[in-house]
């Protein structure tokens, strides 16, 4: 087990949905409500996602993935990096 002075140091993860507000919805222009309807999650759920307030599960991590042509697992793995840090 390598000791704690050669160990990478942990940082402060985005929560996956700030990357998912400034990352994807605010460059194409894409209001929460017109998101929430296309991803076919209700409008609370996304926007509560968008403040950090709630985490990413399995199916919205693929419907994130076949709308922005990224991957489920980039998406979990966000989550779980932020709740790691937390």
């Not at 929430?36 to 950090?52: F, K, T, W």
Request: a positive charge; glycine letters at 6%; one cysteine or more.
């Amino acid at each position: 087990m390598p000791d704690k002075d050669t160990t990478m140091t942990l940082f402060n993860p985005p929560h996956p949905g700030e990357t998912l507000r400034e990352l994807c919805l605010q460059p194409m222009g894409i209001s929460v409500k017109r998101a929430a309807e296309a991803l076919g999650i209700p409008y609370r759920r996304l926007s509560r996602l968008l403040a950090g307030r709630g985490s990413i599960t399995a199916e919205e991590a693929v419907r994130l993935s076949i709308a922005f042509d990224t991957s489920a697992q980039s998406w979990l793995t966000q989550q779980m990096q932020h709740d790691l840090w937390r």
